[in-house]
């Protein structure tokens, strides 16, 4: 009866947090017109955003490019055809890695401090204090942070994406005998091949650093919000925005992919 | 006026209030007191909307809070202003930019009527000094007498204060306590303190309450508390209280 019961409440508690989340997400949207209002502070966390993000984030793009190349150039020297290691780098830094890293990066660095710091200000009664002053903590502090997140997650993953491309390109001539030459042509090409202006893996990749870009803010705002109980709750705050950001990449990656690439063709 | 009948809250496991009754004719300021955890700042909060009771009933103005949507607890919030404990301002504004918050929010005034008012009320609280420091540099005092400035700011016609002389040096204290008196007297707020200290009822309060067991236990003028035979004034109010 009690494993039953503390089942119940656990699971009880996952779905009232969902429920937040979605709740604010919608807040949020619906807040969306006063964007211009809230221009300064928003183009502030952008900026915060981007600059605390951006050295882990190249670092990893870089080694996460040189590990896709290698391997991908093992398997490919086996059959002889180094000639595509470009393009498969290339696609599948655009596609999937360079959004991945990128949310996973962010959601590290700079939603963790977001949901410390609207943790600390729940506890210190600085959101009540918005709250008498008839300030909606929603427009005020969620609003901003969810656009300068869906701006700068697709911003860093163009970033990620070259750095990341970039990392492969000097692993194949290192490593694998891959020329630069036949490298970067087999990237341009299977970067300007379609007919669209950009290729689907890039625009898809672009939409998911978007998607992420949301989830990752919402999901910490939310996180901070709930806060309670002192520093202990602001750090657990933090470790539920980590824990549930790094989970929804993973879904919502899924979940975009599958869209573009087995529902839509 | 603020009135509470019959109020009960439960917090978790514990019943925070009980039967809880209160009446604050206009104009006037009531003291609330009671033991830690008895449930001050809980009533407060049931005033100001950031609470909702699970029975009885909490009106200002005649208007129940409750029952009140978003945008009808916005407009009573804009005539209330509240002093937090620790002044609960956000952190990355200066001084003069938490007290002038609610005014880029809510008022239609120019950038220079603006800063005037903020000068004006910063000036009031002694604060003016500081007005380009920032929450984490200056004195828990001056965050206390910042948080004020920024309650003001609007003139409100009622000010919830929750515990304004926490903390504070017997100076400062008298400070607040004096600037809590002139608000009522020069610009006819009415106010509800809850406090700990007996020199602050003493000085601030038309009426006092004293909480007990989630409702008033004992309530009364100045004069009738100081000199009352119950316990809970004695332990209050009596001569070794404070």
């Known amino acids: ?265 | 006026m603020i009135e509470l009948r019959d109020v009960h809250k439960r917090l978790g496991s514990r019943q925070i209030l009980a039967g809880m009754t209160l009446c604050v004719p206009k104009g006037m300021t009531f003291v609330l007191m009671g033991p830690s955890g008895s449930g001050k700042s809980v009533t407060l909060k049931h005033v100001i909307g950031i609470l909702k009771p699970d029975s009885g009933s909490v009106q200002v103005d005649g208007q129940e809070v409750p029952t009140m949507d978003q945008r009808q607890l916005m407009t009573l919030r804009k005539r209330m202003g509240y002093l937090f404990q620790n002044g609960a301002l956000i952190n990355w504004l200066s001084v003069a930019d938490n007290v002038a918050l609610p005014l880029r929010e809510h008022s239609r005034l120019g950038k220079d009527e603006m800063k005037d008012r903020v000068h004006e009320v910063l000036s009031l609280v002694g604060m003016d000094h500081a007005a380009e420091q920032f929450p984490p540099s200056i004195s828990g005092g001056m965050k206390l007498r910042t948080g004020l400035a920024r309650a003001l700011v609007t003139n409100p016609e009622y000010v919830l204060y929750d515990e304004p002389n926490a903390g504070l040096d017997p100076i400062i204290s008298q400070q607040i306590h004096e600037l809590i008196v002139e608000v009522r007297d020069r610009l006819g707020v009415t106010g509800l303190v809850v406090t700990h200290s007996r020199a602050c009822a003493v000085q601030c309060g038309d009426r006092i309450g004293i909480l007990e067991k989630g409702r008033i236990g004992v309530e009364g003028t100045v004069d009738e508390m100081t000199h009352s035979d119950h316990a809970l004034a004695r332990a209050f109010l009596g001569g070794g209280a404070d």
Not at chain 1, 55 to 63: D, G, L
Not at chain 1, 106 to 134: F, N, Q, R
Not at chain 1, 162 to 185: F, K, Q, R, T
């Open chain 1, 1 to 265: 009866m009690n494993v039953f019961a503390s089942l119940t409440q656990g699971l009880g508690t996952r779905v009232d947090g969902a429920g937040f989340v979605v709740d604010l997400l919608l807040r949020t949207a619906m807040a969306i017109g006063r964007v211009p209002r809230r221009l300064r502070f928003t183009l502030d966390m952008a900026f915060n955003a981007g600059v605390r993000s951006l050295p882990v984030t190249m670092v990893v793009a870089a080694f996460a490019g040189a590990i896709l190349a290698m391997q991908t150039g093992i398997e490919l020297r086996r059959f002889g055809d180094s000639s595509v290691l470009g393009t498969i780098t290339a696609l599948s830094m655009c596609r999937e890695m360079g959004p991945f890293i990128t949310g996973v990066i962010m959601a590290a660095t700079v939603g963790s401090s977001m949901a410390a710091e609207l943790g600390t200000m729940k506890v210190s009664d600085e959101i009540a204090a918005l709250e008498v002053m008839s300030v909606d903590p929603v427009d005020y502090l969620v609003l901003p942070r969810v656009v300068a997140f869906a701006l700068m997650c697709p911003l860093l993953t163009v970033l990620s994406n070259l750095v990341g491309i970039y990392g492969g390109s000097v692993i194949a001539e290192h490593n694998l005998g891959v020329s630069p030459d036949l490298y970067w042509v087999s990237a341009r090409e299977a970067l300007t091949s379609s007919g669209t202006m950009l290729p689907k893996e890039v625009y898809v990749g672009l939409f998911k650093a978007f998607i992420f870009g949301v989830a990752i803010a919402t999901v910490s705002c939310a996180s901070g919000l709930r806060a309670n109980g002192g520093a202990l709750g602001v750090g657990l705050a933090v470790q539920t925005a980590v824990r549930n950001s790094v989970i929804l990449i993973i879904v919502l990656g899924f979940i975009v992919t599958w869209f573009f690439y087995f529902l839509t063709g």
